[in-house]
Nanobody, 113 residues
Framework: QVQLVESGGGLVQAGGSLRLSCAASATIFRTMGWYRQAPGKQRELVADITRGGATSYADSVKGRFTISRDNAKNTVYLQMNSLKPEDTAVYYC?????????WGQGTQVTVSS
């Protein structure tokens, strides 16, 4: 069973930065990404990245967040800068593993104003 383990969440003041990491227990040959879910809202895509490094971002995070990937470590990262209170959410790692969608357990990011 492939697992995704996230780390790096926490509490930060507005304008601050955090870096999330997500390590997969097996090689992921397809897209990996980050989603987030705020209280009372639907889960939404934040950013994703193909194995070749092609990226896409939600409009709300463009220019502030950067997704990257280390294929040798089966790990995807999300560097979050200029954080805003509206970025507060549980952030979930996601991977397309041989056609199946795999989710991590989530990590809380809280941005105080």
């Amino acid at each position: 069973q492939v697992q995704l383990v996230e780390s790096g969440g926490g509490l930060v003041q507005a304008g601050g930065s955090l870096r999330l990491s997500c390590a997969a227990s097996a090689t992921i040959f397809r897209t990996m990404g980050w989603y987030r879910q705020a209280p009372g809202k639907q889960r939404e895509l934040v950013a994703d990245i193909t194995r070749g490094g092609a990226t896409s971002y939600a409009d709300s995070v463009k220019g502030r967040f950067t997704i990257s990937r280390d294929n040798a470590k089966n790990t995807v990262y999300l560097q979050m800068n200029s954080l805003k209170p509206e970025d507060t959410a549980v952030y979930y790692c996601n991977a397309d593993y041989i056609g199946r969608t795999i989710w991590g357990q989530g990590t809380q990011v809280t941005v105080s104003s």
